[in-house]
């Protein structure tokens, strides 16, 4: 007995159809970017701590000055209040920024959200901290090649 072979058509798409494709594909990619930046970086790392699958080959590790910062905790934070006089609302938070080479600085909350940039970094290897159970990234920057090992809550 001979198989028989089915042959495949080849149906053209119409051009419309394309371009709403297209359209959709761009809505999705400008909808992604609007979620990844606006995400709650701890939940994010938590996701990933439980999909290791998922996690990024690619990250944004974050910079001030020219150096990685591999963490920060916060100093102070008196929350909102009214200014005396002005009746402008302010707040008073204040972070400590830690550095690769193991140096520290205070800063302004706002003064960081306003200056800090960033450098794509490819995720050689994910690992668990066995202390906090939070999800370690080791990457190499893909502007010098130099690996650094930082936590999942400190990237993009």
């Keep these: 007995m001979a198989k028989e072979i089915e042959e495949t058509k080849e149906e053209e798409i119409p051009n419309s159809e394309l371009v709403d494709l297209k359209k959709e594909l761009e809505k999705l990619k400008n909808d992604r970017d609007m979620l990844m930046a606006t995400v709650d970086k701890k939940a994010l790392a938590t996701y990933y701590m439980r999909n290791k699958d998922k996690a990024p080959s690619v990250v944004r590790v974050r910079t ?31 972070i400590e920024l830690m550095y690769e ?56």
């Design 64 to 94: 001030m000055n020219e150096k990685v910062i591999v963490g920060w905790k916060t100093v102070e934070d008196k929350g909102s209040y009214k200014i005396a006089g002005t009746g402008n609302w302010t707040e008073k938070q204040v």
């Design 101 to 156: 080479d193991k140096k520290t600085q205070k800063m302004d909350y706002m003064d960081f959200v306003r200056r800090y940039g960033t450098i794509k970094a490819k995720v050689k290897s994910t690992t668990e901290d066995e202390m906090t159970g939070a999800m370690v990234f080791k990457v190499i920057r893909e502007d010098n090649g130099q690996e650094l090992i930082i936590g999942s809550t400190y990237v993009n």
